[in-house]
């Protein structure tokens, strides 16, 4: 492949800066010096197969980004992104979404490779009635993915993944922000949810975000903020749109109980069943006419204690360490059905063990840490 300078430069610039990170600091963090890293982003220098390793590594990004013209462009919806919704994001958020997106694309291409097709799903929206449309959406999925009037399903993470999403989880220095939405160039819908937030809020972000995939596509990416954020806009139809989907997604207004008097007790026990936050509970219930606004500001007077929220990718089965580590993953954005994915692929010799630290953003003393906890074992040495 002829070398084209001009293309290498302006992307290692751009890659730069989009992360909002200074020349000194990518200088200090890759070994690169200051001048050499200038000189390579102007152009006037041809950077090493090791350096341009090293910076993609870096920059968290496939190394084809920055030689590679015939890659779709890279750094398209990153950018548009933080042309809309820039300031809401730091240095590291920034960094933990180019993280996110380098797993998007990764998952997506072991997918493709271990033969993983997802369940094929569309919805097609009429009228003009934003939040009939979401109702809509929910109730075509749920039939879409089997399920009976009844059943609440626990994990809702698989159920999106099924249907071609990459959803992640990662905690965000930004704890406004719930989740985003972004349409990658080759992993196509990926989903990010801010592990900052309590675990039956995540259920209803990411299904918020699901609905940004069905619906929203065309915007290439979009951030959803919690409804106490000065960002929030309660007017906007979209967001109402993908809470009245999230919403009936999680509970089918054919479930929601029709009680005559509420306490305290049976708030938190509904709440519990359904797996969303009492105040969640308390809108749909409105919604549906079920309840009156004292009963709902009374059920959303209470919580659910936060030990008795299970995390589907943390079971309880594992001990006070073993958990506490699960979590930690999970902050990075390391899910189960990811980690799972990649020791596939290696174990079937698609990805070397070089590789599979990459892929779990490990060395190689932490990718063997993984393996040990989920049991899984490294074969393909380098």
Known sequence: MKIDLVLISSRLAEARRLQSVELVEAAA???IATERLASIEAGAQVPSGDELLILAN????DFRDFVDPNRPEPFKQTDILYRRFGPAFTGSDRRS???FLFLCEIEASLEKELGR????FSFTPTGTFFKQQGEQAAHALRQRLGYTSKKIQL???SD???IGLHVFRRRL???EISGLYIEHPIAGHCILVNYEEDIYRQRFSVSHEAAHAIFDSAEAASVSYQSSSSNYDRKDRKEIRANRFASCYLMPPELLPSIKIWDTGLAQHWAKNFKVSTEALSYALLEARLVDQDAAKLIRSVRVPMAEKIDPEAPDYLNATQMRRRQQLL???LSDYYVGLCFEAHNRGLISAGRLGEALLSDHKETREISVLYGRSIVHEL
């Open 29 to 31: 963090q890759t070994g």
């Open 58 to 61: 870096y920059y968290a990004r």
């Open 97 to 99: 979404i180019q993280e």
């Open 117 to 120: 097709t997802p369940i094929p």
């Open 155 to 157: 994990d809702i993470y």
């Open 160 to 162: 999106f993944r099924s």
């Open 173 to 175: 220095a930004n704890s």
């Open 331 to 333: 902050e990075r954005g």
